[in-house]
């Protein structure tokens, strides 16, 4: 018992997490039926959630950022308890509240305290520990005069502000806040301010899910980038959100697709697998002079079984520009290469988006067996902006008299 | 649901308060309110004892047909009630389940215990009848407690399935509507069972078999007339004669296990 105050307040290890879409109306007897004869389960699967791992220290204030549909709300909800993991654990230490959205369980038809006392409820609060709170909640939502008309006849902003009165009452330890703080003037805005920072003091741990990255630089200490249902990144606030605003300008992050429009080649021996990541951790955003490994794992055909090749990589900017081109003509890989590893240390490229070509060349011919143009793409990022492509480390200001 | 949960103070509070809410809703705007839920029972009755006393004469040689027809009425209603409001609770509540991790067994319950309350609330007005009528009480009185809680069990239990069938399939408040008519003509409610004893004998002992039609004899046996059949009475094979009482409790084991088995999975799919 002495290490509880050590363990972590969450633990997500190795989350999946699929839907399955009805590709037709999927609620009625008769597609059931129509179904069975077609043999066509009438849906499809679509994975949200791809191996997402990570903890929450306790006391930690978290932000988890992403795009619509990237899958950061079904993690919420799997943290929540309210989704089944297909995979996977969801470890939580300590007490948590249920609501994952403000004002859920509101009804418009009840007045603003009927309302209070039925949030309430769902809090766990009896009528008794309600009515004690009552006038604090009132009070912090500054609606004294609007108490006793219906919750329809309330502006919105009105009811967020009496949600979260309601909802900072919850005596958990964790809790889970869903774009909150969209709505509300600037005053409110600064009274929850000041409400997070005092929970925080008090060492509660607070998991904020938003696509508002100024919200995650104002209060998280720590934040996740979810894409496409994978955990892009797991860093600080400020590199998050760099991450974050690249991938609203960018679709793809790392795209090892098999486009046959990019690719072509005698095919004596082809790429298999691609990837790019550093050694201590996957995924494609690395920070400014982190160490990059190329992957690239072959395939030989019959003809190509007892050649020789040389691998070589074009690095493109945002820009288009080619910013270098190693090639392993010094190093010529032979006919029992299959694995092949680029491995650049203290990666000096400049912060910015690139994609890089791939190709294996016949060095006798130099003819191309497999050239797979803008195979792989990438992000660098810092916390100093960047000018220009190269950073010149070794440049020095002097005077030169 | 461990029934340590079901009665945690947590749980009752939020159930209490739901409960609360849906009765302030039920009514909202009608000038009669609550009184609705009295006076829809009585015009039904109104209606079938014209019908089937007056017109048709079904009641002869039933010793106070009226309060007899009343009670069979009430609990009928009872039961569409707590079965249909128990079928639509998890999908009219979806958007509570989509965003609240809470026991979802907790707003089918709810459902039915509003159904519950009119229950009561209508039982009274059949004792204000049962004094009207001047119907004597035996001690067998006293067993209509259990019968109530019997009732209740099974439409309990039938909400339990159907609200979580409802998740997957909404044909089914259509099927359901259907079979509630036609198991309302299959319970001897309107006519007396010894009706039904005169034409076939076995066909009067399929139709008790019907939990339904023994807990509606067995109250009217209890309170109202010592006359009426009860499936004791009809069938001496005590083994046959339990198998009612029997369906009613496999159900609830049955039906509790489905919907906890499917819960998991209400927020994905309602």
């Given at each position: 018992m002495a290490d509880l105050t050590e363990q972590p307040a969450i633990v997500?290890?190795?989350?999946?997490?699929?839907?399955?879409?009805?590709?037709?109306?999927?609620?009625?007897?008769?597609?059931?039926?129509?179904?069975?004869?077609?043999?066509?389960?009438?849906?499809?699967?679509?994975?949200?959630?791809?191996?997402?791992?990570?903890?929450?220290?306790?006391?930690?204030?978290?932000?988890?950022?992403?795009?619509?549909?990237?899958?950061?709300?079904?993690?919420?909800?799997?943290?929540?308890?309210?989704?089944?993991?297909?995979?996977?654990?969801?470890?939580?230490?300590?007490?948590?509240?249920?609501?994952?959205?403000?004002?859920?369980?509101?009804?418009?038809?009840?007045?603003?305290?009927?309302?209070?006392?039925?949030?309430?409820?769902?809090?766990?609060?009896?009528?008794?520990?309600?009515?004690?709170?009552?006038?604090?909640?009132?009070?912090?939502?500054?609606?004294?005069?609007?108490?006793?008309?219906?919750?329809?006849?309330?502006?919105?902003?009105?009811?967020?502000?009496?949600?979260?009165?309601?909802?900072?009452?919850?005596?958990?330890?964790?809790?889970?806040?869903?774009?909150?703080?969209?709505?509300?003037?600037?005053?409110?805005?600064?009274?929850?301010?000041?409400?997070?920072?005092?929970?925080?003091?008090?060492?509660?741990?607070?998991?904020?899910?938003?696509?508002?990255?100024?919200?995650?630089?104002?209060?998280?200490?720590?934040?996740?980038?979810?894409?496409?249902?994978?955990?892009?990144?797991?860093?600080?606030?400020?590199?998050?959100?760099?991450?974050?605003?690249?991938?609203?300008?960018?679709?793809?992050?790392?795209?090892?697709?098999?486009?046959?429009?990019?690719?072509?080649?005698?095919?004596?021996?082809?790429?298999?697998?691609?990837?790019?990541?550093?050694?201590?951790?996957?995924?494609?955003?690395?920070?400014?002079?982190?160490?990059?490994?190329?992957?690239?794992?072959?395939?030989?055909s019959v003809d190509g079984l007892n050649k020789d090749f040389e691998v070589g990589l074009a690095f493109f900017n945002q820009d288009g520009v080619t910013v270098a081109g190693p090639n392993s003509s010094e190093k010529r890989f032979g006919k029992n290469d299959y694995k092949i590893r680029y491995h650049l240390p203290s990666s000096p490229l400049q912060p910015g988006d690139y994609k890089v070509t791939v190709a294996v060349i016949d060095p006798e011919t130099d003819e191309p067996f497999d050239f797979y143009d803008r195979a792989l793409s990438f992000h660098v990022i810092s916390d100093q902006p960047a000018q220009g492509v190269v950073a010149l480390e070794n440049g020095v200001w002097q005077t030169s008299d | 649901m461990k029934l340590s949960n079901i009665f945690s103070k947590r749980n009752r509070v939020l159930l209490r308060e739901l409960v609360i809410t849906d009765f302030k809703l039920r009514y909202q705007g009608s000038v009669l309110g609550y009184l609705w839920s009295l006076l829809k029972p009585l015009m039904l009755f109104a209606i079938l004892y014209v019908v089937f006393a007056v017109v048709l004469n079904l009641g002869k040689g039933i010793d106070h047909y009226p309060v007899y027809l009343l009670l069979g009425i009430v609990m009928w209603t009872f039961f569409t009630e707590a079965t249909s409001q128990g079928m639509a609770a998890i999908v009219s509540n979806g958007g509570l389940i989509r965003k609240i991790n809470f026991p979802k067994y907790i707003i089918v319950v709810s459902g039915t215990i509003s159904a519950l309350i009119n229950f009561l609330i209508n039982l009274f007005v059949v004792f204000v009848f049962m004094i009207i009528n001047g119907v004597q009480l035996h001690a067998s009185a006293l067993l209509l407690p259990v019968f109530v809680i019997e009732l209740y069990v099974l439409g309990l239990a039938i909400a339990f399935l159907l609200s979580a069938l409802y998740v997957k399939f909404r044909d089914i408040s259509h099927i359901w509507e259907i079979i509630l008519q036609a198991v309302f003509y299959a319970t001897p409610i309107i006519y007396a069972l010894s009706l039904v004893i005169k034409v076939s004998p076995v066909m009067a002992k399929v139709l008790m078999m019907n939990p339904m039609a023994q807990i509606i004899q067995d109250a009217r046996f209890s309170i109202v007339t010592h006359q009426t059949d009860t499936v004791f009475g009809l069938i001496h094979n005590t083994f046959i004669a339990l198998i009612p009482y029997t369906l009613v409790i496999l159900l609830i084991v049955w039906a509790s296990w489905y919907f906890r088995k499917n819960q998991r999975y209400f927020a994905e799919n309602v």
């Open positions: 997500v290890k190795d989350l999946y997490k699929s839907f399955r879409l009805p590709t037709e109306q999927y609620s009625g007897l008769k597609q059931v039926v129509v179904n069975i004869f077609r043999r066509n389960r009438g849906y499809t699967t679509q994975k949200v959630l791809n191996d997402v791992s990570f903890d929450i220290k306790k006391g930690e204030f978290l932000g988890i950022v992403g795009r619509n549909g990237s899958g950061k709300s079904t993690l919420l909800k799997l943290l929540a308890g309210i989704y089944v993991p297909d995979k996977g654990l969801v470890q939580v230490n300590g007490s948590l509240t249920p609501f994952i959205e403000l004002g859920v369980g509101f009804n418009p038809e009840l007045t603003g305290r009927e309302n209070v006392f039925l949030n309430g409820a769902l809090l766990g609060f009896s009528r008794d520990d309600m009515a004690e709170m009552y006038d604090e909640i009132v009070d912090f939502a500054e609606l004294e005069k609007f108490m006793d008309q219906k919750l329809k006849n309330y502006s919105s902003g009105m009811q967020v502000r009496l949600a979260f009165s309601i909802a900072i009452r919850a005596r958990s330890d964790i809790l889970l806040i869903d774009e909150v703080l969209a709505v509300g003037d600037a005053d409110f805005q600064k009274k929850c301010l000041s409400v997070f920072r005092s929970m925080k003091k008090e060492g509660r741990t607070i998991i904020l899910v938003t696509h508002d990255m100024s919200n995650v630089e104002k209060f998280c200490d720590r934040a996740l980038v979810i894409s496409d249902g994978r955990l892009m990144a797991d860093t600080t606030p400020q590199k998050a959100s760099t991450i974050y605003a690249r991938l609203n300008i960018d679709e793809s992050v790392t795209d090892v697709s098999n486009n046959s429009q990019n690719r072509w080649g005698s095919g004596d021996i082809t790429i298999k697998k691609l990837s790019i990541q550093s050694p201590e951790k996957d995924g494609s955003i690395f920070d400014f002079k982190e160490d990059i490994d190329i992957d690239i794992e072959l395939e030989k | -």
